[in-house]
């Protein structure tokens, strides 16, 4: 699934460990999912769209 991850947590001047504990994930979970190799839980994406304050639809893109 295409997501704009790593350009929301470069404007925050996050790093992926920063990132990783505001979800209580590992930082090699946040570089799947930037990396677009795993795909986040519903609950996972929930959680990462409070953290930047967007919607799941703008922060993540279905792959046709």
């Known amino acids: 699934?295409?997501?704009?991850?790593p350009k929301l947590r470069e404007t925050k001047g996050w790093s992926q460990e920063q990132l990783?504990?505001?979800?209580?994930?590992?930082?090699?979970t946040?570089?799947?999912?930037?990396k677009e190799?795993?795909?986040p839980s519903l609950p996972l994406a929930f959680k990462i769209s409070e953290?930047?304050?967007?919607?799941?639809e703008a922060i993540f893109q279905?792959?046709?």
């Open 1 to 5: 699934m295409k997501n704009i991850i």
């Open 20 to 28: 990783a504990k505001k979800l209580d994930v590992s930082r090699q």
């Open 30 to 34: 946040v570089n799947a999912i930037e």
């Open 37 to 39: 190799r795993y795909d």
């Open 51 to 56: 953290v930047f304050e967007l919607s799941i």
């Open 62 to 64: 279905n792959q046709a």
